[in-house]
């Protein structure tokens, strides 16, 4: 993978962020999820924090328009443009002016000014200053055919929708009533949920902090305060501080499912990053085990208990065996198992891209094992919470099923499958969550 080198460019341009942002689509394009082809362009860059921040926003919007791109390009360019940082720079473009109508309001540049830096960028790298007159015509065409060239694309379902044909028609047999809408909610943008600590802070407390400071929110779950216009994380109030933390309302949901007690002993398999971690010691002084198979990712869990003044046993181990376990059953078990991740896409839009249409069953087979390995860790009469973030019944609600019949665990009263949804009430992404309790 080539390294992003841009001496031409000023960091505060959009040039800059262009090319960065193209760089991202090749590496996913080469299969790196997002988040990971961003941290190594930025170690590679180490750009200041406006252009990383404009790097990031490029590139999110280049995979949430993708398939839109690819058929515009078709249409626009005589051959498929190489090399693929071409390709990239395009799409990452097309991402900022092909909005459809009811996209247009939240497009950040004006259009012209985007082919200008477009045509800068390519004009500043080697690999693509030979093509900076082809990335101008194909630009400035489609700015005067606009129209037409949407509506002959937006015709074609994967330029409509922006996903895999395969992952619609999954969609549509999956979900018959709400696919479109499953979909749609999956290109737009997050908003930045946070959990109010309850052991330092109440929601009423902290909506009117924020208020104070000009930072409208407002509550949409137990302890889900919802920011009227997401910010940095280092401007949230009181996040240094272990006031609140960043997590989905969907995902606040898993601790009070628990029925946690003082005193008992509790397993959080999969455990990192560690917002569920966090949320289970908040609501009481349990015996938390931690547990990944991931020692860096165990990391992240470490920093973020430290920053919440909490403790847990952090522990290096693959769920799907026992050999990290000491034989000392669990009161409660929180199994947040290995999936597609489909229900989470307007956080990942890239995942789209990445995944196949086989990654459900193999992924679910594996999930399967995890869930019977640490079933025989749960004392007779403790509770186990099954929890994934994806949309795929193979995942979910078949593989729910299946556990309790293996298991003849009781199934107690739980969400089900959540769908991804935005509105005044409820803003939260696609889980889905099961809960059993073993016999006595």
């Known amino acids: 993978m080539s390294k992003p080198s841009l001496p031409q460019l000023k960091p505060d341009s959009l040039a800059y962020a262009l090319v960065g942002a193209a760089h991202a689509v090749v590496r996913v394009r080469a299969g790196t999820a997002l988040p990971q082809a961003l941290a190594g362009i930025f170690a590679d860059l180490d750009p200041p924090a406006p252009a990383r921040g404009a790097i990031q926003d490029i590139a999110y919007r280049s995979m949430r328009t993708l398939g839109r791109a690819d058929a515009l390009l078709a249409r626009l360019a005589n051959k498929p443009p190489s090399p693929p940082l071409l390709h990239g720079l395009l799409c990452s473009a097309l991402g900022l002016i092909s909005a459809a109508d009811d996209e247009a309001a939240d497009m950040p540049y004006e259009a012209f000014t985007v082919v200008n830096q477009a045509v800068h960028a390519a004009a500043s790298g080697p690999d693509t200053a030979h093509a900076k007159g082809m990335v101008n015509a194909v630009l400035r065409r489609f700015l005067r055919e606009r129209d037409s060239l949407l509506a002959q694309v937006l015709n074609k379902t994967e330029a409509r929708w922006n996903y895999p044909e395969w992952w619609i028609s999954a969609m549509k047999a999956s979900y018959p009533q709400q696919w479109q809408a499953i979909l749609d909610a999956g290109n737009s943008a997050p908003p930045l949920t946070l959990r ?135 009161d409660r078990i929180l199994a947040d198992v290995p999936c597609t991740a489909s229900g989470i896409m307007r956080r990942h839009p890239d995942i789209r891209w990445l995944r196949r249409k086989g990654d459900a069953m193999q992924l679910a087979a594996m999930s399967g094992r995890i869930l019977d390995n640490l ?36 199934r107690l009263p739980a969400p089900g499958q959540l769908l991804p949804t935005s509105g005044a009430e409820q803003d939260h992404d696609g889980l889905f969550y099961a809960l059993f309790q073993k016999a006595a």
């Open 196 to 330: 109010v600590n309850r052991r330092r802070a109440d929601v009423a407390g902290y909506l009117h902090t924020l208020a104070g400071a000009g930072m409208p929110g407002n509550q949409i779950g137990p302890d889900a305060v919802r920011l009227a216009q997401p910010v940095p994380v280092s401007r949230i109030l009181g996040f240094a501080d272990g006031l609140v933390s960043v997590q989905d309302a969907a995902a606040q949901l898993a601790a009070p499912l628990l029925d946690l007690h003082d005193g008992m002993r509790v397993l959080d398999a999969c455990a990192a990053p560690g917002g569920k971690t966090g949320h289970i010691l908040e609501c009481a002084d349990v015996a938390l085990t931690a547990l990944d198979n991931d020692a860096q990712r165990l990391l992240r869990i470490k920093d973020n208990l430290l920053r919440l003044g909490l403790q847990a046993d952090l522990r290096t181990g693959d769920a799907a065996d026992a050999e990290w376990w000491d034989k000392q059953p669990f």
């Open 375 to 410: 079933w025989q860790m749960l004392r007779p009469g403790g509770k186990f919470l099954f929890v994934t973030c994806s949309l795929w019944p193979q995942e979910s609600e078949m593989q729910a099923a299946a556990f309790a019949s293996r298991t003849r665990a009781l």
